[in-house]
């Protein structure tokens, strides 16, 4: 909590000093570190969390996403609500107004058109866009002057702030892309190291994977900002090595996702020379229970598919008896301290949209006991481990490499042991198990075990596609390559047609109802996802360094424009 | 050593010729060295193979175990506990039983290999091409691709022929075995194909010597200099090794402690409590430096120019 | 010797088409995908489009003639192209990165000077000071300085990188603040300031990686050394009365060296390949961390033209400590 109120602190101060020097490259040199290094300055060549950041510095969209969430006008004059008359009564139209007078970093205006240019740049077919998702359910975008782009949908869009919005979706110059739309996107290396943009810097040199070199845009809107001159992206190593390039060191004034041990995180603090911010967005470490037998001895092709159901994860009583073993502050306090708290939810933000379910919070073990004996789950051979009709209550539990994850994996496995359930743990290379190849067993939509644990959330601020994951269309098989999202292979009819409701709500209260009601299917109606914990974004922040306001609904960077020196 | 024991059984007479295999050992014997050596790497062995059976890890639930985090040395726990609350004596000896198999292994299979095709390529000059050009491959191929298609291909066949913890054991020495070979290869075929020319081996060929015999009696004991020196390095890089495969979640699973791995998972707290990648370090520096010495005796007690003086 | 050279050179190109081939199918085959680097929101749809784009769903053996075109005819005419300012290649696919949508080639370039510096440097250091420990550890075998040797060398090679790199940025950065944790590569030299603060980023890995090689040289010069102090002609030149210095460090030294100098010769590729733990200890972004950082990331045509640029370093270092094994020592014959 003290780091709460240090923050806050350190956040007034910024207000006043901002206005005090306020003049354009007056601060000299910021040095920022993302250990995982940009590979590329085009979000629309890759979603890569490392590569939208940097790119963000450079371009910009009509809207962004603040810390609290909402949206604010960027290159847009205002944000258009239904209100405002910005959004059409039925939900089908949005249209935007440019800020007049708007230039690109190379001194040309910024025109309509050029929004117009991203989005064919991006329907292309064989363009392979990164955030095509962002521009789903467009019927048309339309230019009837040069400030105004006016997005036609194919129906009503309850979340209109899609396209255009955020660091995942920013306008590209036309006359730069103009040739490089579908398979020559990727032949226009020099476009894609080193967009024109709008934003408050511009790049001078770019190391892919190494290192990028930024100055102030001459042309940004704002002729008192940014306060940097010059900025520098370094990048390699890992999440300690950054953090202690900003905390013990004082080499770098930033340094992003510095996820590191709570004792570590105490140390670094200790060092007196930067503090660690911590914010929180949707991210969730869960446990997700495989609904389907992934016994090795069933035919390949038909391991973890709907033809064999779990021998026993398809028990409710089983699921829950294993979540209830679980001590989720015990899994904070030893992997994520500040950065983390537990949760029951899968959807634990926006406000609107998280359910109040907070039972899982205490663990059980005797509960836990008691449920499995019911279940029928007993020790008959007295080995310790339970059994049933000669089948023994034997767990493989997998994950990603990751010493957090992993120190999670010996706790759990420790509970599950004293509640009497055999675990083996198994751990894979994240760029195996998240690779989603057809060809190899362990990745993590296969699913090659009973229960796997990971972290996901969802873009931005609305949870329907994520909860929409779930449906029974999209469960992984052979047929499909394993490529359905519905990891568990979970499939309710009834969770199907709210999901249908879902996409035809407008009014927002009704919206947050139907989503926290699918939350609790999924969670604590069926345990089906385990929620663990809630993570948090953990990043480090010199004490000379002001202006910095960590926000988890938009690149880390989206206030750079801000940022300035403490003298 | 076979034969040494079977002529110790009998009395020995003074006039009758000594087994070389007697002169050896007793040479071996003289080597400070080499004693020590073998003490330590005893002491080790006995510690993880015996010691969890003297010491048992004290039985706490997770819970417990939680409260008892990051404590410093004391009787109860001689090393301290980890970040969960592990004995971290009693890790250390687990983790000491597969890095010493691992590294023994790993380096035998190496060596045997090394050895095997560097004297082949050496000795006949028709072999030297085609051998000398795989050792070209092997040493070209990115090891990491290489070693997550071995795993992909032979670990569900492995587990099942050895069972799971066998059939990993297997299949990291082999991966490692297969892939460390390169070096002493080279190396003795180069000392090979100077000692080919030397005079002994052409006395001995000049006499009708078959080349196996050649090989065997001639060539190698010359070779064992490079090899133990390979040997010792294979040792070290075999450990470090593993710890990194099981670290890419190829190796024995996650909560199966190694001395590779408590090192690295000790690199986090290195600043807070450096004991932790001091022990795992000690251990596995005491392993390389006793085989090392071993090998350095074993050398000299096979030098007959040595052994003479 | 000539006829053996060029027979070996032959010899080479058959041999690496058929490593390329080897190379390119393993790194294939290996389970992972360039989706492991694509978050988990991004529905599966846009994933497989993504995928279809950087052209992972073409026949193995297509992208295999593919990439030996791009590598052994379209690579080399755009180095021609860059320093003639001709126009063969113009239009002419490049090797793509996954990753970076850039010329694998273009990063390559780019990564070679820090590789080379550092690396470079750790290797000449390690070896400057592996053969004078080396040599006196023979010749005083036992002594309390060979002890010592023993024991650092010893130390030194079963400690790993990982650690010692981890150690040093403790004891130097954080608590001394000597030397940056940090490699800079956008560092120009320009003045005496600049060259300082080159060296002083660079001290810490070449000490960590000198060391690694100076350790295990060490212990080939050491045994080499005793294998030839003990030969005959050592006691026939000390009988002719030749002074113990001209006995070991010209006759012993000269034939110790002979392994040794093959072991350094096949030792330069490791540099061009980087040292990959120390390059990411230091940030030091060159080649190794290039392919870490794309074996990681499943970026295919990365990792398959930096093996294979290796393993054309591998064969053609492998050929010259051949040729140098036969001229340092006239009893070996190559017919």
Known sequence: MKLRSALLGAAAFTALASAAWAERGADGHVNVLYWQAPSILNPYLSSGTKDVEASSLILEGMAGFNEKGEVFPRLAESVPTVDNGGVSADLTQITWKLKPGLLWSDGTPVTSADAAFTYEYCKHPEGGCAQAARFEGIKSIETPDDLTVVITFDGPKPNPYQAFVGGTSPIIQKAQFANCLGAAASTCTDQNFGPIGTGPFRVTEFKTNDTVSLEANPNYRDAAKPAFATMTIKGGGDAEAAARAVMETGEFDYAWNTQINPDMQAQMIAAGKGTLLNGFGTLVERIEMNMTDPSPDLPEGERSTTKHPHPFLTDIRVRKALSMAIDRQVLVDVGYGNAGRPTCNLVPAPELYASDNTECLTQDMEGAKALLDEAGWTDSDGDGIRDKDGKKLSILYQTSTNPVRQDFQALIKGWWNEVGVEVELKNIDASVYFGGDAGSPDTFQKFYADVEMYANNFDGTDPEPYLAQYLCDKIPGPDNQWQGENINRFCDPAYDALVKELATTADMAKRGEIAKKLNDMLTKDSYTVVALVDRGRLSAASNTLGGVVLNTWDTELWNAQDWFRVK | ?309 | MLTYIIRRLLLAIPTLLLISLVIFFLVDLAPGSPASEIPLTVPAEVRAKILESMGVNDPVYVRYLLWLKQFVWVEPMNLIDHWFGTTFAEGQQRIISYQTRGPVFDIIVQRIPQTMTVIGTAYIVGVLIAIPIGIYSAYRQYSWFDQAGTFVAMVGFSVPTFFTGVLLIVIFAVKLQWFPSIYDTTLKITDWASFMKQVKQMVMPVTVLALFNAATLSRYMRSSMLENLGQDYVRTARAKGMSERTVVLKHVLRNSLIPVVTVIALGIPSIFGGAIITEQVFKVNGLGAALIGAIHANDLPTVQTLAFIFAVLIVTFNLIADVLYGLLDPRIRYA
Do not use: C
Not at chain 2, 18 to 40: P, Y
Not at chain 2, 205 to 233: D, E, K, Q
């Open chain 2, 1 to 309: 050593m076979r034969d040494a024991a079977g002529t110790q059984a009998k009395p020995v007479r003074m006039e009758r010729p000594r087994s070389q295999w007697r002169d050896v050992w007793d040479q071996f014997k003289t080597h400070k060295g080499a004693l020590v050596g073998m003490t330590v790497l005893a002491l080790l062995v006995a510690f993880v193979v015996i010691g969890p059976f003297l010491w048992h890890e004290e039985q706490l639930t997770t819970t417990e175990k939680i409260l008892m985090k990051n404590k410093p040395a004391s009787f109860r726990f001689p090393m301290g506990t980890d970040h969960l609350g592990r004995d971290y004596f009693y890790r250390m000896m687990q983790g000491g039983r597969v890095s010493i198999a691992v590294g023994f292994v790993a380096m035998t299979i190496s060596i045997l290999i090394g050895t095997t095709i560097g004297t082949l390529a050496g000795f006949f000059k028709r072999l030297d091409g085609p051998l000398m050009r795989l050792t070209d491959l092997f040493l070209s191929l990115p090891l990491l691709p290489l070693l997550l298609v071995m795993v992909m291909l032979f670990r569900d066949a492995l587990a099942r022929v050895f069972g799971p913890e066998l059939g990993t054991f297997v299949l990291i020495v082999i991966a490692i075995g297969v892939t460390s070979w390169m070096q002493s290869a080279r190396i003795v075929r180069g000392e090979v194909l100077a000692l080919k020319e030397r005079e002994f081996v052409l006395a001995a060929r000049s006499v009708g010597t078959p080349n196996r015999r050649l090989i065997l009696r001639h060539v190698l004991p010359n070779v064992v200099s490079p090899v133990m020196v390979a040997a010792t390095l294979n040792i070290a890089e075999a450990i470090i090794t593993e710890s990194a495969l099981s670290f890419l979640g190829l190796g024995f699973p996650p909560d199966f402690p190694t001395w590779g791995r408590l090192l690295y998972d000790g690199l986090s707290y290195m600043q807070q409590y450096p004991e932790r990648v001091m022990w795992p370090g000690l251990a596995i520096s005491l392993t390389v430096l006793a085989v090392n010495y071993i090998g350095d005796g074993l050398r000299d007690a096979l030098d007959p120019r040595i052994r003479g003086r």
